[in-house]
């Protein structure tokens, strides 16, 4: 799904009025039929009053809209319309047509709203027209907001918020945005996600023409973009067509790091994997993933140098690996001569960022770095929009594909692009997490997908895997890296259409 901004859903809804063609008052009802829609599913109890606060605006359009269908359902409303010196043609209209029954204060000054903890609010003050940062009394109608609902829901983004950069100032926290057609790039940046809450995307039917040949950088992965990538199974295979991977992991008291990622590797369908390990890892690694096979280091304790490498599909390091420098020469041996697909991860990436051999990296490599190995590769950047710039240069300067993790983790390649994904859920922050995800996009890898093919996929099942495990037997408390693993096989299933 594409990611567009503010000025580009404006030249959508033009666009849209002018060559569906459609009048935009209907297709204001349009976006309120389907705000209405999803509302009515959160909240399909109609023992509280909804209580909607209007700008003058399209955006308050929207919520007189909202009012009168919500009203038709037979919920109670009450309706407080902010008196502004300008309004709207559609918001006119919508007014002309709201039912006498429904109550309408009439606001001129913050102090004259009331807002209840005990009805539910809809924030339909101001949306993506919002050109300044809050202040007077739409600062304090925010506030009060803010201080005083308990269910605020949203209509297209929550007043204040900035689409396309971040909300410096106050902006009404909501507990659910309805946003209309497109996610905004805003929503999937961790310092605006405490106004969003939760976020969902209600279609709205903009001209597929325009939204075909608008370009954007940014989209977000859907079920049906995991679908056409992923290959099913051949009937006549055997294990040699699925890649032989290498996975150069652990060090002593870390070989829980290079079991989680076998694991995930080996779950994940690669036909064979080898482990290079140092010796006192090995009896660990044998009992728990004996479907692999260990090849030692001729260090007990940490890993100094590089196995037999030829004829390997992919090759991953970093999980539990250390910084000694032994293994940083290993890491600069293995940079330079890069045999096969390089997956680089954790430890590996610390290395990198020390010795300053970004400039080593081969073309073609796969980095999966959380936030803190992003910063200690490129740097402390001044918020997540400014962090997502440092994410396409590193992509674009390595010619490397960049995961960088984190709740909608954002998946970089070298032209430019960035694929976020949906799925996943808190429960994932835990120890063990990323290990198991170099393990499947080393699995995904080692059976010839591309490097961008298996960073999305890889993250996608990651995410999903996550979220069936939590849905089934865990909470966000309980869920550790190997219930992800654990939980692959329905993630597959899932991912396929087969369940
Ligand atoms: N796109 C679509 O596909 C569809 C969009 N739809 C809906 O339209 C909404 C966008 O509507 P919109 O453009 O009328 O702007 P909106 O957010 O109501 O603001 C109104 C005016 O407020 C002002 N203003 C700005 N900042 C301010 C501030 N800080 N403090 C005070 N005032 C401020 C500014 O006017 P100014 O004061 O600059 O003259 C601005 O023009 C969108 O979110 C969605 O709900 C659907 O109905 C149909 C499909
Ligand atoms: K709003």
């Not at 890892?281 to 940490?302: G, N, R, W, Y």
Request: charged letters at 25%; hydrophobic letters at 40%; a negative charge.
């Amino acid at each position: 799904m594409k990611i567009l901004n503010a000025k580009q859903i404006r030249e959508a809804d033009a666009f849209t009025i002018k060559n569906e063609p459609i009048a935009s008052l209907a297709l204001m009802e349009r976006a309120s039929t389907a705000f209405t829609r999803e509302f009515v599913r959160l909240f399909p109890k109609k023992d509280r009053t909804v209580h909607i606060i209007c700008g003058q605006g399209n955006n308050g359009g929207d919520g007189l809209a909202v009012a009168r269908l919500l009203f038709a359902q037979a919920y109670r409303i009450r309706l407080s319309q902010i008196i502004s010196e300008n309004s709207t043609d559609d918001f006119n209209k919508n007014l002309e047509r709201l039912p006498k029954e429904i109550p309408l204060e009439k606001i001129r000054f913050a102090t004259e709203l009331k807002v209840s903890p005990e009805e539910i609010t809809i924030d339909a003050l101001l949306g993506s027209g919002l050109n300044r940062p809050l202040e007077g009394r739409y600062l304090e109608i925010a506030e009060e907001i803010n201080e005083n609902a308990t269910d605020t829901i949203a209509i297209d983004v929550p007043t204040g918020f900035c689409c396309d950069a971040p909300t410096e100032s106050v902006a009404v926290k909501a507990t659910y945005t309805i946003s209309f057609q497109f996610p905004k790039l805003g929503f999937l940046l961790p310092e605006n996600s405490k106004f969003t809450g939760k976020w969902l995307v209600a279609e709205i039917g903009l001209h597929p023409e325009f939204i075909e040949k608008e370009k954007t950088p940014y989209t977000l992965t859907e079920a049906k973009d995991i679908r056409k990538v992923l290959r099913p199974r051949e009937h006549f295979a055997y294990k040699g067509d699925y890649g032989h991977a290498t996975l150069i992991a652990g060090a002593f008291g870390k070989a829980g790091a290079a079991v989680l990622s076998a694991k995930a590797c080996l779950r994940t369908g690669a036909g064979l994997l080898t482990v290079r390990c140092p010796e006192k890892c090995v009896d660990t690694l044998q009992f728990s993933v004996p479907e692999a096979m260990c090849d030692l280091d001729s260090e007990k304790e940490f890993l100094s140098s590089l196995p037999d490498l030829s004829k390997k599909s992919a090759i991953a390091v970093g999980p539990g690996i250390g910084t000694a420098l032994d293994t940083q020469n290993m890491i600069g041996e293995l940079l330079r001569i890069s045999p096969a697909p390089l997956i680089l991860d954790a430890d590996a990436l610390n290395i990198i960022a020390m010795r300053d051999w970004i400039d080593k990296i081969p073309e073609g490599s796969i980095l999966t770095p959380h936030l803190g190995e992003f910063r200690r590769l490129v740097g402390e950047s001044r918020d997540g929009f400014q962090r997502l710039e440092k994410l396409r240069e590193l992509s674009a300067w390595t010619k490397s594909v960049i995961v960088l993790k984190g709740a909608f983790s954002a998946i970089a390649t070298p032209d430019g692009r960035v694929r976020f994904n949906g799925t996943g859920n808190p429960g994932m922050a835990t120890a063990g997490s990323g290990d198991t995800l170099t393990g499947i996009i080393t699995g995904l890898r080692s059976q010839n997908y591309s490097a961008e093919e298996s960073a999305v996929l890889g993250v996608y099942l990651h995410g999903l895997a996550a979220d069936i495990a939590t849905e089934r037997k865990q909470s966000y408390e309980s869920l550790i890296a190997s219930d992800i693993t654990e939980h692959l096989g329905l993630a597959f299933q899932k991912a396929q259409h087969l369940r």
